[in-house]
């Protein structure tokens, strides 16, 4: 081995090639740094003098697939310009760890398409410095999101594992990037966001949420005059699952085996859009006898069809003529049911509307969640919180996540 080779290969700038050993099926390079290239790690004058120094072992880049020991003595020189005492710098690693640099890169290389376990087994180190390596490269790009740049974002509570564990997770919706991830939902959760924020002094226009009173009160308080978008799809699912318990209440109280029958198979129907219906398995019809037999379930299920009306309209103003009237045709029919929705939009209108000044949606959200219940299915839950909040910071830029 050359000094050249050496300097090429491990990126060992200023020292040279002393010795090579193999045992343990490790290639172990000693090398050194010449005495006139040594320089005061405080003050960078090379007016040294040695005083001492230990041994360091690093690991580098393999070999085929041989682990390579790079062995150093490094010293502790006397500076005559400054007068400390100093270990002078490794160069080629950074302060305390025992990998140097290419190590460190080369294991976050492989670990675009490895798991933690696969590249730990590949490069004979524990999953811990490899969880290490990816920690310090996420916090380095991640760690400090630029908040002033950020304009329309998305918040939404993501739910992890079997528990009850909730992260919040907030969404840059121009650049897709994942800005934030709080412990637990609700208002507490967004705090520290909303400290970030006002230090950064963001201009955020739009954000979006669903209807939740914690998020009403979390943007009200931290992003004045923004507007608040209410997500439509969260509207129409709770819609939907208002209209799935009307349908258990009018089977509860059926008064004949037949109306039970009939209502009992069209949950599913009635939440389905009416185009989406299958025409081999006579949904349409299955569905239709569902609503003659039932006003009430006829009503709602309409009102249902039309609910979506209100986010295509041309424009706002249409769009609140709509939206009232869903809710006066609501209030007319008598269902208890209806009147309470009515009133829901009429408590949201204006974040329902918001959709016409920004049209955003928590959609985009979706498919962060999609990733991160992948990443928890690699087998990696709660061993490291912080490592995995890391994760869905960096989380857009992985096509798999890989954590296991
Ligand atoms: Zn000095």
Redesign the pocket.
Known sequence: MSTTLLYRAFGTVGYRYVRQSFKGGHVTFTIDKPRERLR?S????GD?WVQGGIERSFRAVPIGSKPVILKVKVPRVR?F????V?QVKVGFADPRKHYTRSFESYALDLSRSMTIKDVAAHLQVSWDTIKDIQARSLKRRFGKPNQHKLRQIAIDEIAIGKGHHYLTVVLDLVSGAVVFVGDGKGAEALEPFGRRLRASRAKIRAVATDMGKAYIRAVRDNLPGVVHVFDHFHVIKLFNDKLSALRRELYNQASSDRQRKILKGTRWLLLKNPENLDKDRNERQRLDRALTLNLPLTTAYYLKEDLRQIWSQPNKRTARRVLRDWQARARASGIRMLLQFANTLEEHEEGILGYYDYPISTGPLEGTNTKIQAMKRQGYGFRDRDFYKLKILGIHETKHALVG
């Open positions: 005061c405080n003050c960078g004058s040294v500076c310009s400054c007068d400390k100093r």
